[in-house]
């Protein structure tokens, strides 16, 4: 079988299995209050690891003899057509949040929010800046100059992109309102750490709470929004009349994937025709 074309079915089928594999375990643990660190780990890890067995087969092709001496069985043949409807589905929904972040941003539909994936701004509605006294306003405006300074309006983005490509497996919308939840947790506590108080901030929520209830519902675009989800209102006005802040987490996700993807790699040049010998689905 033509080298490239091996390489790309079995990237796919595999792709798809490891996700779907990992990202069903993920649905089956019960719903709590996730860390924005965890939140985030139990949302990128199924696409992480579809990238891991991406690296051990571009590891792998980069050995291998052109014509390959493997054949794709018409199960894996299945599987990376599926992989592909999925992925062009996720594409498809990325762009179109694109899209909507640009119809988002026009003056009163939400009250207060970042839009910008590369040069993040905030837009404050005219509803907002005169209802919001001038310590609460300082405070959202806090909040809001967190999110630009991490750049989440992008990180929105790819976790929706992270969170298609699970689909259809059944949970994974609800780890990505978790994220989103823990993510503006986060952004809460570093307003506070800028010197505005938790109670100016509370106040803040609150009112663009009550200005966004007509906006449009639900998070789907890549914008980073005051309020997200309103049931979630109640965690994080306690959090904040409390001062309790979420427990630090170590950034140690980014630096696992690369040291990953380099073991990954260096199987697959290694020993990456005896490994896939012992998968279903590649046949010789």
């Given at each position: 079988?033509?080298?490239?074309?091996?390489?790309?079915?079995?990237?796919?089928?595999?792709?798809?299995?490891?996700?779907?594999?990992?990202?069903?375990?993920?649905?089956?643990?019960?719903?709590?209050?996730?860390?924005?660190?965890?939140?985030?780990?139990?949302?990128?890890?199924?696409?992480?690891?579809?990238?891991?067995?991406?690296?051990?087969?571009?590891?792998?092709?980069?050995?291998?003899?052109?014509?390959?001496?493997?054949?794709?069985?018409?199960?894996?043949?299945?599987?990376?057509?599926?992989?592909?409807?999925?992925?062009?589905?996720?594409?498809?929904?990325?762009?179109?949040?694109?899209?909507?972040?640009?119809?988002?941003?026009?003056?009163?539909?939400?009250?207060?929010?970042?839009?910008?994936?590369?040069?993040?701004?905030?837009?404050v509605s005219p509803e907002f800046r005169a209802q919001a006294r001038p310590e609460v306003l300082r405070a959202a405006l806090a909040h809001e100059a967190a999110?630009?300074?991490?750049?989440?309006?992008?990180?929105?983005?790819?976790?929706?992109?992270?969170?298609?490509?699970?689909?259809?497996?059944?949970?994974?919308?609800?780890?990505?309102?978790?994220?989103?939840?823990?993510?503006?947790?986060?952004?809460?506590?570093?307003?506070?750490?800028?010197?505005?108080?938790?109670?100016?901030?509370?106040?803040?929520?609150?009112?663009?709470?009550?200005?966004?209830?007509?906006?449009?519902?639900?998070?789907?675009?890549?914008?980073?929004?005051?309020?997200?989800?309103?049931?979630?209102?109640?965690?994080?006005?306690?959090?904040?009349?409390?001062?309790?802040?979420?427990?630090?987490?170590?950034?140690?996700?980014?630096?696992?994937?690369?040291?990953?993807?380099?073991?990954?790699?260096?199987?697959?040049?290694?020993?990456?025709?005896?490994?896939?010998?012992?998968?279903?689905?590649?046949?010789?």
């Amino acid at each position: 079988m033509e080298r490239e074309a091996l390489f790309s079915i079995m990237a796919a089928g595999l792709f798809v299995v490891v996700v779907w594999s990992l990202a069903g375990g993920l649905a089956l643990g019960g719903r709590r209050e996730l860390s924005e660190p965890d939140a985030r780990h139990r949302l990128a890890a199924p696409v992480f690891a579809g990238l891991v067995v991406l690296a051990f087969l571009l590891g792998w092709v980069l050995c291998e003899p052109d014509p390959a001496d493997e054949f794709a069985s018409p199960v894996l043949i299945g599987l990376a057509v599926v992989a592909a409807g999925i992925a062009g589905r996720a594409l498809v929904r990325a762009g179109l949040a694109l899209v909507d972040a640009r119809a988002l941003e026009a003056p009163r539909t939400i009250p207060i929010a970042t839009f910008g994936l590369f040069a993040p701004r905030t837009h404050v509605s005219p509803e907002f800046r005169a209802q919001a006294r001038p310590e609460v306003l300082r405070a959202a405006l806090a909040h809001e100059a967190a999110h630009a300074r991490g750049r989440d309006p992008l990180r929105i983005w790819l976790a929706q992109l992270a969170t298609d490509l699970q689909w259809p497996i059944r949970g994974t919308q609800r780890r990505f309102a978790a994220w989103l939840t823990s993510l503006e947790i986060r952004r809460d506590h570093d307003a506070l750490a800028a010197g505005v108080r938790g109670t100016d901030l509370a106040e803040a929520i609150l009112l663009a709470a009550r200005l966004g209830a007509h906006a449009p519902a639900g998070p789907t675009a890549p914008v980073a929004r005051m309020v997200t989800h309103e049931r979630d209102l109640a965690l994080r006005v306690r959090r904040l009349y409390a001062d309790e802040a979420p427990a630090p987490g170590r950034r140690t996700l980014s630096v696992s994937l690369v040291l990953a993807l380099a073991v990954a790699l260096g199987l697959g040049l290694t020993c990456g025709e005896t490994i896939l010998n012992c998968v279903p689905g590649v046949w010789r």
